[in-house]
Every structure is written in C-alpha cells, then in structure tokens.
C-alpha cells in the first residue's frame, strides 16, 4: 500500500479499477481524476451518468430510460446564455454526439432548456423513419471514450468519457437492475 501511496499514477489507476468494479447506484455517486470526473444515479424514470466538460463548467448527462429504453443527452450550466432569447417550446432541433473514432449519432428531437441549470436536451426516440435510434445512440456511446456536442450548428461541449464503452455500461447496468428492483419489489 505504502508503493501505491508514493506513485500517484498507480493511485489513480487503482481509484479507476475500484470504480469500473462498482455496480450501479441508486444515489448520487461521484468520482474525479484529472480530466474525468462523472456522476451517476436515477432520475425522474432515466438511469443517469453526467461528465464534466473539459471547460471545466458544462455537464454532459447522458440518460437511458428504465423502462422505455429511449437514450437521452442534456447539456447543462448553472447559468448560460445559450438560452437567452430561445424558445423553449421547440423539440426538433438535432443534438450531435461525434465520438474520438469519428462515429456521430444525431437526436430526432432537442431543444433548449430554462430553470436553475440552463442548456440543451435531446433524445434518440426514434419516429417511424427510424424506430431504432434510441439503440443506434447507445450502440455508438458503447465504442466511445470521448465526444464533442453539437447543437444547432455550434460546438458546445467536449468530454472525456472514460474507457472505451464506461458509459454505456454504466448505463445498461444501471436499467437492468432498476428493472429487477420494480419487477421484484420484495427482494
């Protein structure tokens, strides 16, 4: 223990081992090393993990229905001027995620968001043109590290998304146990 404790880098490797073992939460859980810091949790129906941008002040929050399986992505800031002047009642402007391996995955719907944290929403609930997208956004989160966001024409956020594939498991981990808990409430 002592060796970890005089290397930093190994203590860092050994916080990222223990919370790749970590199985999902149910309260908030959060955990920081540089560049990579995200929280995890249930939210309003949704299986939550949100990352802090490389600005260092946007949150990425990704989400993925308990029951419904429909993936969502909010961006968000205590206080941004994104959404001054925006209409809030449109939810059909796309959300692009474009990943470190030039995979993209654009929402069908989105729109800006207003309230204590401000920013943009989207959600891959696929239309008739495609009732699959909510599984193509998370098959294209499964093979990423890292993303850029785009949102009506503009970068807004860039974010490290730990291992290959972190997020998504995270994620799929999160629903499958959720789904058991209201499928045996007993247990």
Not at 12 to 17: D, F, P, T
Not at 91 to 98: C, G
Request: aromatic share 8%.
């Amino acid at each position: 223990m002592d060796n970890i404790m005089e290397n930093p880098g190994k203590a860092m490797i050994a916080a990222a081992l223990l919370v790749g073992l970590a199985g999902p939460a149910v309260a908030q859980n959060r955990t920081t090393i540089p560049d990579f810091s995200y929280s995890e949790g249930v939210k309003r129906g949704d299986c939550k993990i949100a990352f802090r941008s490389r600005d260092d002040e946007t949150m990425v929050d990704f989400g993925l229905g308990i029951m419904d399986s429909i993936f969502s992505v909010e961006v968000l800031r205590n206080r941004w001027d994104i959404v001054d002047d925006k209409d809030t009642n449109i939810t059909d402007i796309p959300l692009t995620l474009t990943f470190q391996n030039g995979q993209t995955t654009s929402s069908e719907f989105g729109g800006y968001k207003n309230g204590f944290y401000q920013g943009v929403w989207a959600m891959w609930h696929g239309k008739d043109s495609d009732p699959a997208q909510s599984q193509r956004g998370l098959e294209r989160l499964m093979e990423a590290s890292s993303a850029t966001v785009s949102f009506d024409n503009k970068t807004i956020a860039e974010v490290n998304l730990g291992p290959s594939g972190f997020a998504a498991n995270k994620l799929l981990d999160c629903a499958i146990a959720e789904r058991k808990k209201r499928e045996n409430p007993a247990n």
